[in-house]
């Protein structure tokens, strides 16, 4: 800043301060309205859903723990079936288990033997 010697100068100056301090007062009342409506809670979880929705490794995360607990509980019900018996039943819990792991830390693996398993089975004979 250039030094002042004037009174007009001054006034100037002195204005100049006054616009940019009316400008960046303005603009902090509107971060702070922004703010505001961000920490609404229905905001926070509009937001919390549209980045889940749109994440898809999220999405395929969940598609694969769900198909992994889904065929461990079907597994773990061809197993026990309706015995009684409690070591049958600790089997299957176990097999449930072991089932569900494997699933759901290779979901790649399972989809391309399915798609293999799918077009082997399905394909038309010429």
């Known amino acids: 800043m ?5 009174v007009t100068g001054l006034q100037d100056a002195i204005q100049l301060l006054e616009i940019e301090q009316a400008f960046k007062g ?3 009342k509107e971060q702070f309205y922004l ?9 926070i979880l509009r937001s919390t859903l549209n ?3 749109s994440s898809p490794f999220l999405i395929n995360d969940i598609l694969g723990t769900a198909v992994g607990l889904a065929t461990g509980y079907i597994s ?4 026990v079936g309706a015995s009684g018996n409690i070591l049958r039943k ?5 097999l449930q288990l ?5 699933v759901t830390q290779h979901p790649d693996t399972i989809k391309s033997l399915g798609r293999f398993l799918f077009q082997h089975i399905f394909h038309k004979r010429e």
């Open 2 to 6: 250039e030094k002042i010697t004037s």
């Open 26 to 28: 303005q603009l902090l």
């Open 35 to 43: 703010t505001c409506e961000s920490l609404k809670p229905l905001n």
């Open 51 to 53: 980045d889940v929705v």
């Open 76 to 79: 773990k019900k061809v197993y």
């Open 90 to 94: 600790f089997l299957g819990a176990i």
């Open 98 to 102: 072991g089932v569900t792991n494997v």
